[in-house]
């Protein structure tokens, strides 16, 4: 049985749907601050914290078939985790150190975890691959390399083995629009732009148009949360296998900029995306693309949704469903 840790928010829900699709056996934990209850879609539900031992320590004593754990439940915003730095700590580390303290003791030593390209700061070269440099730019980012590096000493120490998987821009829904991104407040480009282009909300400002691209906007890599879900079920599987700890990144391989998001976005919707130019922010970057070269060579991994209108378009349907 697999243990999914945040499996109510937007990328394990995701993970959640395709567990029940395979059949695999699982339970949910997730305390519900950022996920939502309908989006488990009826499989077992434990509302609580990672916070609290005895709530993780009831679930293993309940449920002792659990041998894999799979952690999707970090504080996501780059900006707030340097507003608030305790909370980030408090909850992306401390949480995940009370958890795998928690499985030493049940005898649990399979984790995935949902790590970040945050973790490698300013690029110094692209595509990014798993020999990048690693210096955060942000408390996020140092939180998610703070549990990699935890996750090694776990390893050397008690033999727990874990994949950390790092993801660039978690986008798209599932094809089916039953369960797709719900954050509040929302901060991602892709639902922002579907926002402002059905009326939702202001125009967007484009931060930045004259970093060194195509069109002077900055450059991403989005890659489809369904691709990502099923990167985490190889990892699994690879552990279940009697494999070693692994760590890699998860991209799209390729990059797309602003202006060519909100165009996609504009056709999609079949209106355009009101937009407004604006200065550049701090710390962003020109151009995020990430090599998953690695992982392809591995596992056989690769996108099933790489082209940018198909992602746009799974969000979008996702987004008719809620509006009407």
Known sequence: MILVIGGAGYIGSHMVRILREQ?????????LSQG?????NGSTLIRGDLADRECIARIFAEYPSIDS?????????????????GKY??????????????MKEAGVNKFVFSSTAAIFGEPTYVPIDEKHPKSPTSVYGDTKLAVERMLEGFDRAHGLKSVCLRYFNASGADPSGEIGENHSPEEHLIPLAIFAATGRRAALKVFGTDYPTSDGTCVRDYIHVNDLAAAHLLAIRHLRDGGDSRRYNLGNGQGFSVRQVLDVVG???GRPVPADDASR??????????????IQNDWGWSPCYPDLETIVSHAWNWHQKRLN
């Open 23 to 31: 059949g695999e056996p699982h339970i949910v934990l997730d305390d």
């Open 36 to 40: 939502h209850e309908a989006a488990v």
């Open 69 to 85: 754990v799979i952690h999707f439940a970090a504080f996501i915003s780059v900006g707030e985790s340097e507003r608030e730095p």
């Open 89 to 102: 700590w408090k909850n992306n580390t401390a949480g995940v150190l009370n958890l795998l303290e928690s």
């Open 267 to 269: 056709k999609v919707v």
């Open 281 to 294: 922010r701090p710390g962003d970057p020109a151009v995020l693309i990430g090599s998953s070269d690695a």
